[in-house]
């Protein structure tokens, strides 16, 4: 297969063929995806898709819970591409911080709420809800063996 160029249009069919060829969905009953095709989403804005046979669709799941503050919000993306420009990421490892994380970091401690008489004031990013977890068992384990 040649590789293809942003401005080559595709047919629902021809990504579809791909898509099945290529692509492994998760949550998926193959068999049955390869039997009718795989909804191809083409475009965005606010809180609907629209897939590429022309039909709109309200997306209650918000791309899967990570679009909740819906599609085409143009601060949002100018945001993200001045980040992008300046510093896309960096890891915290090795004592080093960026300046993004650490505004984050203040402003949801500052949002976080007090819980009798204790209060959140740190925090600890990771990707994901497995990562997360574990992150959180090796730091009490750790808290534990440094009490002793």
């Known amino acids: 297969m040649t590789a293809l160029t942003p401005s080559q249009a595709l047919s629902t069919h021809e990504i579809q ?3 099945s060829a290529h692509f492994i969905h998760p949550f998926t009953d193959h068999g ?3 039997t009718r095709g795989a909804r191809v989403i ?5 809180i609907y898709v629209w897939d590429s046979e022309g039909e709109k669709l309200l997306d209650a799941m918000s791309g899967l819970w ?3 503050v819906g599609y085409g919000r143009k601060a949002l993306a100018q945001a993200a ?43 600890f990013y ?9 992150s959180n068992v090796r730091m009490v384990r ?3 063996d440094l009490l002793g």
């Open 42 to 46: 083409v475009k965005s804005e606010g």
């Open 81 to 123: 591409f001045d980040q992008m420009m300046t510093l896309p990421f960096y890891n915290s490892f090795f004592q080093t911080t960026n300046v993004p994380a650490v505004k984050l970091a203040t402003r949801l401690a500052a949002l976080a709420p007090k819980v009798g008489d204790r209060t959140f004031e740190h925090v």
């Open 142 to 144: 750790r808290y534990w």
């Open 126 to 134: 990771s990707s994901s809800g497995s990562e997360s977890n574990d």
């Open 32 to 34: 049955d995806l390869a």
């Open 17 to 19: 063929a791909m898509d």
């Open 66 to 68: 990570c679009v909740n």
